[in-house]
């Protein structure tokens, strides 16, 4: 097994456990958020029940401050507050908004309340909602009995001093005096204990469990905290070792992978630097050279292909096909001096070809071509366009007539083929142009063409300029 295998398979192990992982990472996280959420649900609870308490306990001072004022001062909007309060307590009037922050002694002043009222809701009934266990809630239970048999003690002391109106000043006096007895004297403190004594029995009751469960939700929190982040540190460890074990499947970044995927077989890039041989990088740089080299036969084999389709197979002249194209080219531009073109057919060829055989006139072809290439002055284009004729695209300030009939002169003589003497003549038709616009392709090589067989007709081995009057 190559290391890039072994590479391979751990990483997809380390895969396989990361994902794992994870998931436990997830549900941990998950367990981590419920636990937090039971510890704020526990100091909720807790400070809940200490509201209650608390309330409880207010109220029932807030009744002894409301008699003890009515008794001393006999001002009814005190007894009104005192009925009032007992009102909200037992869910018969709404409960004003925040009833636990400081109320009562922001009313009394201006007799205004400061804060809306809500719904109606009875202390016992908040304290049954608030799944106290059965002794802490027959102690605030309890204190609730309490005050409310201190109430009957505090209205008899109100009524008292309701009746004292009427009554003679000595009475009414003596009367209030009793009044504010009631509410003062060793009974009444008493009364008060009674009902305080199971509040703080409560509270203490109220500490033990709500402690208890704070510190054990506490205890859940911190020890899923810890299970957290352990599983967090090990998957990192294990993204770590994904990424190392990665590198060495990929032979280097993913940002040099994306860069050599995007180029690879771009001729305009530079090549793929050398990587290891076993790794990602590695195979596509060696892909990227085998695509490289695919490229450049490509491109030969297309440039190949193009000098086929323009080039005489036999002679390397250019052919008939390019011979035209290079022609409209040339015409399609005013040329800025005087050109001709001529055109060559080969005297006697026919006979060459029966007496000794189309390898030898092959071969004659071949000598021929190779005399218009190494002809000076070069022609611009020469080309075969078929069997024995040829074509010579001249340009430049020259006598073309006497120039072709030196042509003429060197084609024409003896050659030595396959131990034979062999001669041929050459006919040639000259069209010769002067500097500027000039006809269209198809009518210079007609010129020329025309030419040629003028040649042909009067005798062969000769040079004929191209005359429009002299033509029938």
Known sequence: MSAAQKNLDRLQWLFICTLLLFVVFTATFALYVFTEWRLDQANERRYQSYLLADELRQSSDDLTRMVRSYVATGNPKYRQYFHEIIAIRDGTAARPLHYNRIYWDLVYPRNDRPKPAGEKASLISLMQAARFSSQEFARLADAKRQSDS????????????????????????????????????????????????????????????????????????????????????????????????????????????????????????????????????????????????LAQQQTQVQQQLARQAHTDALTGLANRRALIASLQAWVQQPPPQPWALAYLDLDGFKPVNDHYGHAAGDVLLQRVARQLQ???????????????????????????????????????????????????????????????PAPGADEVLRQADMAMYQAKAAGKRSVYVYQPAALP
Request: overall charge negative; proline content about 3%.
């Open 374 to 436: 190494q002809w000076q002055p070069a022609a611009q284009c020469a080309a075969r366009m078929g069997g024995d004729e040829f074509v010579l695209l001249l340009a430049g300030p020259q006598d073309y007539a006497q120039a072709m009939q030196q042509l003429a002169a060197q084609l024409g003589q003896v050659q030595q083929l396959d131990g034979h003497a062999v001669q041929v003549s050459v006919s040639i038709g000259l069209a010769c142009f002067a500097a500027g």
């Open 150 to 293: 201190l109430i009957h003690l505090e209205l008899a002391a109100m009524d008292m001093v309701a009746r004292s109106d009427s009554l003679p000043e000595s009475q009414a006096a003596r009367q209030r005096a009793q009044a504010l007895q009631m509410v003062y004297d060793e009974r009444y403190m008493l009364a008060k204990a009674r009902i305080m004594r199971p509040i703080d029995e409560f509270y203490q009751l109220i500490e033990q469990r709500t402690l208890f469960e704070v510190e054990q939700a506490a205890m859940q929190a911190r020890l899923v905290r810890f299970v957290f982040l352990l599983v967090t540190a090990g998957l990192c460890l294990l993204l770590l070792r994904m990424r190392s074990y990665s590198r060495d499947v990929l032979g280097g970044s993913l940002r040099q992978l994306y860069s050599h995927i995007v180029h690879i077989g771009d001729a305009d890039q530079q090549p793929a630097p050398p990587a290891e041989a076993d790794t990602i990088l590695g195979w596509l740089a060696r892909t990227d050279t085998r695509l490289r080299e």
